[in-house]
């Protein structure tokens, strides 16, 4: 019942404490100055071709 009791103890404060230092980090990650652009971006990549195909980057790919 000791090992219960430790681990209780443990997740009760201090991985309480580990896991909203994550989420606070998380956080301040995602509306870092200057990740907007870079987000928009790599959001914008599925439709960066949308209008025609994307250009072949070697002769075998314009073969086929």
Known sequence: M???SFLREF?????LMVLFAF????ILFVF?????KID???????FRHEDK????R???AKEV
């Open 23 to 26: 989420f606070i980090g998380v």
């Open 53 to 56: 195909p994307a250009p072949a």
């Open 11 to 15: 997740a009760d404060s201090w991985m």
């Open 2 to 4: 000791e090992t219960y």
């Open 40 to 46: 928009r971006d790599i959001a914008e990549i599925p």
């Open 58 to 60: 070697n002769a075998r």
């Open 32 to 36: 870092r100055p200057g990740a907007s």
